[in-house]
């Protein structure tokens, strides 16, 4: 019976200082824990939210065992106490001739009887001492993960928050070098267009320029034509104009 008390106390040491320490790493109302590491509260071990549920639940599932474990230590304490006083009880109530016997008793009866209450007063000692060195590496140990927690909780944000800007500077250098590439694409249409141009242009200059020589050929030859056509009924006016006259001279000189 006493070991199962001694291990319960022990129990019930370890889950008031893991509530304590659960109630302690909670946020309150107006505060956010990711204040203390910098921005990127969201991006810790479990999330915002899913800290807040675990811890929450943690909370109350260490609350329920904290009053059951009292309840019974209560329970056992007081049977405890009724049972020191029936055996105390028990003592008063012994005759005096006992008493007397008992203080007649032989020295190595009474040595034997101080050696067993100071066995029992070591082992009383002995077991405080463990429950002392349990309760103080219970201690210990919350301490150590509540340490590790936060540590690993810093750890995360601070590797979210440079994942995060390294994808936005990747995303920056992204956008930068995609504007170069429309701004080169660009450029290189309107280059393109631009010679497209220059070309058309050209063509027609040469379209015109050889239109211009065909028609100036053109009009020269025409001219040249005209100019023999022209000739030519000159001298069918003139040979018509020497027939005639000696015609007339004919005429006179038949006359």
Request: no cysteine; charged share 25%; glycine share 4%.
């Amino acid at each position: 019976m006493s070991y199962l008390y001694a291990i319960l106390l022990v129990l019930f040491l370890i889950v008031s200082v893991l509530l304590i320490a659960f109630i302690l790493m909670q946020q309150g109302k107006g505060a956010s824990m990711g204040a203390s590491f910098g921005a990127g509260a969201s991006n810790t071990l479990f999330g915002s939210a899913g800290s807040a549920n675990f811890f929450v639940k943690t909370t109350w599932g260490l609350a329920a065992v904290f009053f059951i474990l009292a309840i019974v230590l209560g329970y056992m304490n007081s049977h405890r106490s009724t049972e020191n006083a029936d055996d105390f009880s028990k003592i008063a109530d012994t005759p005096a001739e006992v008493k007397t016997e008992a203080a007649g008793a032989p020295v190595e009866v009474r040595t034997e009887m101080s050696d067993v209450a100071d066995k029992s007063k070591e082992a009383v000692n002995e077991a405080a001492d463990a429950v002392k060195e349990n309760t103080d590496a219970a201690v210990s140990s919350v301490k150590e993960n509540t340490d590790a927690a936060v540590s690993a909780v810093k750890e995360n944000t601070d590797a979210a928050v440079s994942a995060v800007k390294e994808n936005t500077d990747a995303a920056v250098n992204s956008a930068k070098e995609s504007a170069e590439s429309a701004k080169a694409e660009v450029k290189s249409a309107v280059d393109s267009a631009k010679d497209q141009v220059n070309a058309g242009v050209e063509a027609a200059k040469d379209s015109v320029n050889t239109a211009a020589t065909e028609t100036k050929a053109a009009v020269s030859e025409a001219g040249d034509k005209a100019k023999e056509v022209i000739n030519s009924v000159k001298e069918d006016v003139k040979t018509t104009a020497d027939q005639a006259e000696k015609a007339v001279v004919n005429t006179k000189e038949a006359n």
